[in-house]
């Protein structure tokens, strides 16, 4: 068969054809990967009659016997229906393990194999392309439309909902992992529960990314010119356990958010049309203090802050030893350059 398109993978899912005996999921969504990977095992499983058997293996179970992929997915159980194994690629389980099963014809089981982001031309994914009993499925990060659809699965059930800024909040903190971005959603729907309605603020008090945005904070605060509240929260953070380095790419990213929207300005976009591209989408409390500081830093600033910081992260892997000092010292400039541009501001403003 083929690789089947990301669109393709709901309606095979619901409905896989009787011929295929083996299936690979792949991708940079590892929780897409196995989630998909079990969904298939199940329904699989629940077709025969009586129910199938479901059984994992990987690499440790081929190390004390290097036959019994082939084994299991030759035998036919006395007892239930199908087996259906789930198999992780892996050193012991290559593309030449699963062509060499393969070509010894119809398999008495089904295997599903899960493997990472593999390139187009690898061994494991061409086998199960170019098989005509077998197919390959991509698992890639979820577009909004797919993580719309999560958070109906997830709530619809238990007949909550969430406001219009509550659900801008949560897509923007969702996505990078299928797995995560579930167990986010039912943790989300557990804090707010019996309420039927989640508000923005259960979001923000409850799902992921709160490292980050406390760590944005620090960045906040330096483009805001505040160098004392940047070097304590960043302080602050550093005692909590948190890297420098990771610090020093929260303020990259956000001063790019800032560099974009000020270069779409500059463009002639309209500020709230700016704002509204800012993806992930801008906490609604935070809009109107990121919309002073587009309006505080002119893109030549920001070019040379976007510097500075480039310039901090590559000190910083090159001498780990002193990442901690870089980055302050980061900070300390970028709250200059804010208040140099804030002064070159209100100048401008005065001479008009």
């Known amino acids: 068969m083929v690789a089947l398109k990301a669109a393709q993978a709901t309606s095979f899912l619901a409905k896989p054809p009787a011929n295929v005996s083996a299936v690979m999921f792949f991708g940079s969504d590892p929780g897409l990967v196995s989630e998909r990977s079990q969904k298939l095992a199940t329904l699989l499983a629940g077709r025969e009659s009586p129910a199938g058997e479901v059984l994992r293996l990987d690499d440790s179970d081929l190390d004390e016997d290097s036959g019994r992929l082939a084994i299991e997915l030759q035998t036919r159980p006395m007892f239930s229906g199908r087996k ?61 439309g797919d993580l719309e659809s999560l958070i109906i699965d997830v709530l619809a059930p238990l007949k909550m909902t969430l406001d219009r800024d509550a659900r801008a909040l949560l897509l923007g903190r969702l996505g990078a992992d299928r797995s995560l971005s579930r167990a986010e959603i039912e943790k989300l729907a557990l804090y707010a529960m019996p309420r039927p309605l989640i508000t923005a603020d259960d979001v923000d008090a409850i799902v992921g990314d709160a490292a980050d945005l406390a760590l944005e904070r620090i960045a906040e605060a330096a483009a805001r010119g505040e160098a004392a509240a940047a070097v304590t929260d960043y302080g602050r953070a550093l005692a909590s356990g948190e890297n420098a380095q990771a610090i020093i790419a929260v303020a990259q990213r956000y001063f790019l958010k800032l560099h974009r929207v000020r270069s779409d300005l500059d463009n002639g976009t309209s500020l709230d049309n700016a704002l509204r591209a800012v993806r992930p989408p801008l906490h609604f409390k935070q809009r109107d203090a990121f919309a002073a500081q587009v309006r505080m830093w002119s893109r030549v600033s920001l070019d040379a802050a976007l510097k500075r910081i480039a310039d901090a992260a590559l000190a910083a892997r090159r001498s780990s030893a002193l990442e901690d000092v870089l980055a302050e010292r980061m900070l300390l400039g970028l709250a200059a350059l804010a208040s140099q541009s804030q002064a070159a501001g209100q100048g401008a403003a005065r001479r008009r």
Do not use: M, W
């Open 84 to 144: 259906i194994v789930r198999a992780t690629a892996g050193r012991r389980i290559t593309g030449a393990l699963i062509k060499s099963i393969l070509a010894e014809g119809p398999l008495e089981g089904v295997l599903i194999v899960e493997a990472g982001n593999i390139k187009p031309d690898d061994a494991l994914r061409a086998t199960f392309e170019k098989h005509p009993d077998a197919l390959a499925i991509g698992c890639y990060p979820d577009t909004q």
